[in-house]
């Protein structure tokens, strides 16, 4: 079964970076989009970033400009990088692959934003 790691969560200043990167666990085909998310507490969990067909991106707006999703140095990895962290910013990041139309998701990586 594959699974997913994310990876580079922390604490930081507002207008801070952080970057997270995400892996599947083993080496696999298929996969057609790999995807950030977050969830804030009380908050549904809402799309981030997404990384699609050819290396096409789309960014939600929120982030667009300050939020860069590229391919990982290993196959079937994906990183995120985070700029200008802002305080609407935190949440648990969730990293999201789709192999066959199907999803896998990992257990998420917290990042809080101190104001």
């Known amino acids: 079964q594959v699974q997913l790691a994310e990876s580079g969560g922390g604490s930081v200043e507002a207008g801070g970076s952080l970057k997270l990167s995400c892996a599947a666990s083993?080496?696999?085909?298929?996969?057609?989009?790999m995807a950030w998310y977050r969830q804030a507490p009380g908050k549904q969990r809402e799309l981030v970033a997404r990384?699609?067909?050819?290396?096409?991106?789309a960014y939600a707006p929120s982030v667009q400009g300050r939020f860069t999703i590229s391919e990982g140095a290993a196959k079937n990895a994906v990183d995120l990088e985070m700029d200008n962290l802002k305080p609407e910013d935190p949440g648990v990041y969730y990293c999201?692959?789709?192999?066959?139309?199907?999803?896998?998701w990992g257990q998420g990586t917290e990042v809080t934003v101190a104001s």
């Open positions: 990384i699609f067909e050819e290396l096409q991106t």
């Open positions: 999201k692959a789709i192999r066959g139309g199907v999803p896998v």
């Open positions: 083993t080496r696999i085909l298929g996969i057609s989009e």
